[in-house]
């Protein structure tokens, strides 16, 4: 049959990138507590285009993610796109891949245990020479205002905040271990499930630790700096946090980035 794709093009405009957006896909990805765990993306898959190129085949894009879609761990995304820069013909391959994360968690004194969810990104680029691998990660926590506890005389205003961490990495680690690092540095983490005492425990606990979106900021990236102890596995990282103003009409802000 007609192959319309690999006729030429006169034009003399090359494209950055042409694939496909927003396919909806079943996926396994790596799991610190059980090896693996099963979830949705949504993914975005392009290649260049040299000028003389018609069109890319947007069937071979959803066949390579299709082989890898069963062990999607961070060299796994990389190697997939590698397959589809060869299969395609092109000098880079671009994807991204946002799918929810769950994590089992337990209510800090009942012990009650639940399910949290924490909304994550895979993004890479690979070419001949190149790969570039990116996480984001984001982690809801609690912030108390440092600045309210120090006037007022019955308590503080405190809201939950938005921390966004992405990181570009360069050997294995367990994004649990950073989803904890983060709530660890905010005011305190958030639960699905809290009875009383639990309840009690998570306002004292915030109340004793308050925090400014800067203070996060720059507690997150004193902790990432220092993550894998000699390991250094992270050569850039951004970490953002916003917080949602219990007593504002608007939302705080603050970001920091650090290289090697």
Known sequence: MLDIQSTPDTREIP?????V????YPVSIMDKASGSQSTTATVDLFV???HDYKGTHMSRFVEAFHRHHENLGMKQFLSMLEEIRVKLDAERAFGSMSFPFFMRKKAPVSGAESI???RCTYEGEVSADLQKFFLKIKVPVTTVCPCSKAISEYGAHNQ??????????TSLFWMEDVIELVEQSASCGLY??????????????AYDNPRFVEDVVREVCVALKAFGKCEKPFTWFCVECENYESIHNHNAYACAEYSL
Not at 15 to 19: E, Y
Not at 192 to 202: A, G, H, M, T
């Open 15 to 19: 494209l950055k990138k042409a694939g």
């Open 192 to 205: 699905s499930i809290l009875k009383r005492p639990d309840e009690k425990w998570v306002t004292e606990h």
């Open 21 to 24: 957006k927003n396919l909806r």
């Open 116 to 118: 949290m969810e924490y």
């Open 160 to 169: 939950r905040g938005m921390v966004t961490v992405t990181l570009q990495n």
């Open 48 to 50: 260049n285009l040299p």
